[in-house]
């Protein structure tokens, strides 16, 4: 297996520039996570679907933030318009959830992005 | 999810054991221990968790306190590639909230030569 696949590995912008970042999660896997790490606030979640559906979007930080997942393989976050302050490493994870078993969270590369 | 107190750093020499501990005094009866490592420029990796009942698999072995408010992680002959931020969390498995992984600032081991 490939593991959770995410693209670009790396992004450099301007700030007010729309960014999209894309997840791939594991086959088979029916929840998908993205987490956000900065030095500053550590590795915080953003948004997770369980089947597609987002259970929780919380830790979206504002209405600059969206997140969708269209199918079970693919997700984006875009990010309109983007800010430096939005600079950070984002995390895609996916698991498999089936009642209390299989919660475990398996993360991708992450893309590192850095808003000028 | 309760919350949890890890020392910022440790040292260990390698091939000794490596003991990372965790407080988690206000765990509930539901709650399960998690620990993560995250090795430098990497995504956070999953090691292994538990309920109440020591837990061993090939990467670590999960020691827990009886009374479920600490627990120890221990890697039994470290390596210079566990040097990493090792972070525990507890959280409730199968809850609507079942998402939800609150990673603190962790402890970062640094295994020495």
């Known amino acids: 297996d490939a593991g959770v696949i995410q693209s670009p590995r790396h992004e450099v912008t301007e700030m007010g520039q729309e960014v999209t970042l894309r997840c791939k999660p594991i086959?088979?896997?029916?929840?998908l996570f993205w987490y956000r790490q900065t030095m500053m606030r550590g590795l915080e979640l953003l948004i997770y679907?369980?089947?597609?559906?987002?259970?929780?979007d919380s830790g979206m930080p504002e209405d600059r933030f969206s997140a969708k997942m269209p199918n079970a393989s693919f997700s984006t976050l875009k990010i309109q318009p983007s800010e430096p302050r939005d600079s950070a490493v984002y995390f895609c994870?996916?698991?498999?959830?089936?009642?209390?078993?299989?919660?475990?969270?398996?993360f991708g590369p992450g893309t590192r992005l850095l808003v000028l | 999810d309760a919350k949890t107190t890890q020392p910022t750093s440790m040292d260990c020499a390698e091939g000794r054991a490596a003991n990372l501990p965790c407080n988690h005094s206000?765990?509930?009866?539901?709650?399960?221990v998690y620990w993560y490592r995250q090795i430098h420029s990497q995504g956070p990796q999953y090691i292994i968790h538990?309920?109440?009942n020591n837990e061993t698999n090939e990467m670590a072995s999960l020691i827990i306190t009886e009374d479920r408010k600490s627990s120890t992680l221990i890697l039994p002959h470290a390596t210079l590639r566990d040097t990493a931020v090792y972070y525990c969390?507890?959280?409730?498995?199968?809850?609507?909230?079942?998402?939800?992984?609150?990673f603190g600032q962790g402890t970062t081991l640094q295994v020495k030569p």
């Open positions: 994870a996916s698991s498999f959830q089936v009642g209390l078993a299989g919660e475990t969270q398996y």
């Open positions: 538990g309920l109440k």
């Open positions: 969390i507890v959280r409730v498995r199968g809850s609507s909230n079942t998402g939800k992984l609150i």
């Open positions: 679907f369980n089947n597609n559906v987002p259970i929780d």
């Open positions: 206000t765990i509930s009866g539901n709650e399960y």
């Open positions: 086959s088979g896997h029916n929840s």
